[in-house]
Each structure stands twice: as C-alpha cells, then as structure tokens.
C-alpha cells in the first residue's frame, strides 16, 4: 500500500507551473483546435466549439490538478466548476474572434481561421492560468506550503487533509 508521503507531490514555482500549463494546455488546445475544424465541417461552428471546450476543459483540469499545479491526485468537483468559468469565458473570446475575423472577411480561408482561433485561445490561456494558479488550485499550493498534503484512501471519497510530520 502507498504511504501518503510516497504520494506528495510539491507544488511547482510560477515558471514551473506555466511550463507544464503550456505544454498540458498546449497540447490539449492544439488538439481541441483541429477536432472543432473537423466537428464545424458536419455541426454549426459554435456548437462545434461548445462541445470541443467542454470536453477539453475536462481533460485539461485533469491534467493540471496531477501534473501543472502538483496537486498530486485527480481534480474535485469545485476545481472542475472553477475551472469551467473560466473555460467559459476563453470560449466567449474564441467565439467573438472568430465572429470579428467573419465580419471583416467573407470567406476567410482555413488557415487564417486556425491562426486565429489559437491566438485568440493563447490569449484566454494565460488568463487561465492566472486564475488557475492563483484561484483554482492556490488551495493546494496554501496547504503544501503550510506542509498539509492529502491523504488518499482506496474509497473513491473526498481526500482527508493531515499536518506533514
């Protein structure tokens, strides 16, 4: 059986944790840009992207919580719905830029489109990760500071929070 001890994880500094955000987020957006540009060609764009955002915020939160924000285990619930705020308003500035690139062009090509969904989602990604890091999970980096760090059961339950020795 895995001790507590052997399951902490320290919580990474600022430039750590942006590095592992872009690559965990990164990745993940890179990915969620190509498969809305798949889904908008059979499904309205907007809903295209709706779908693709929900489903890559859960696995990007995910990500964060065990790998960016070395929370050492899986995201709760409170830090999935604190994480979907903020998804939900990097949806509402990726859908007003592509609004604003279809107003001023009639038929922007592919790639422009893509250029432009990325830096519009860069953008919202660094806003992400300051209320990630300073909001979301600050709880945890607060606790493995103060040398608390959660100790997992084999239930499926919520973690118990013990005083490191």
Same mark, same amino acid.
């Given at each position: $059986? %895995?001790?507590?001890?052997?399951?902490?994880?320290? !919580?990474?500094? !600022?430039?750590? /944790? =942006?590095?592992?955000?872009?690559?965990?987020?990164?990745?993940?957006?890179?990915?969620?840009?190509?498969?809305?540009? !798949?889904?908008?060609?059979?499904?309205?764009?907007?809903?295209?992207? /709706?779908?693709?955002?929900?489903?890559?915020?859960?696995?990007?939160? %995910?990500?964060?919580?065990?790998?960016?924000?070395?929370?050492?285990?899986?995201?709760?619930?409170?830090?999935?719905?604190?994480?979907?705020?903020?998804?939900?308003?990097?949806?509402?500035?990726?859908?007003?830029? $592509?609004?604003?690139?279809?107003?001023? $062009?009639? /038929?922007?090509? !592919?790639?422009? %489109?893509?250029?432009?969904?990325?830096?519009?989602?860069?953008?919202?990604?660094?806003?992400?990760?300051?209320?990630?890091?300073?909001?979301?999970?600050?709880?945890?980096?607060?606790?493995?500071?103060?040398?608390?760090?959660?100790?997992?059961?084999?239930?499926?339950?919520?973690?118990? =929070?013990?005083?490191?020795?």
């Amino acid at each position: $059986m %895995e001790t507590a001890q052997g399951r902490q994880q320290a !919580a990474p500094g !600022a430039f750590a /944790a =942006f590095a592992r955000f872009v690559l965990c987020g990164g990745g993940v957006g890179l990915a969620a840009s190509f498969a809305v540009a !798949a889904l908008a060609s059979r499904i309205p764009w907007v809903l295209a992207n /709706a779908l693709v955002t929900v489903l890559s915020t859960l696995l990007a939160t %995910e990500l964060h919580a065990r790998f960016t924000f070395g929370a050492g285990g899986r995201a709760t619930w409170r830090q999935h719905a604190q994480s979907a705020g903020s998804a939900a308003a990097g949806y509402a500035l990726t859908c007003g830029a $592509m609004l604003v690139l279809h107003q001023l $062009m009639a /038929a922007p090509g !592919a790639v422009l %489109e893509q250029a432009v969904y990325l830096s519009a989602s860069a953008l919202a990604g660094v806003a992400r990760f300051a209320v990630l890091r300073l909001v979301v999970f600050a709880r945890n980096r607060a606790q493995a500071a103060a040398g608390v760090r959660p100790v997992h059961t084999a239930a499926a339950g919520p973690a118990v =929070f013990c005083r490191a020795a």
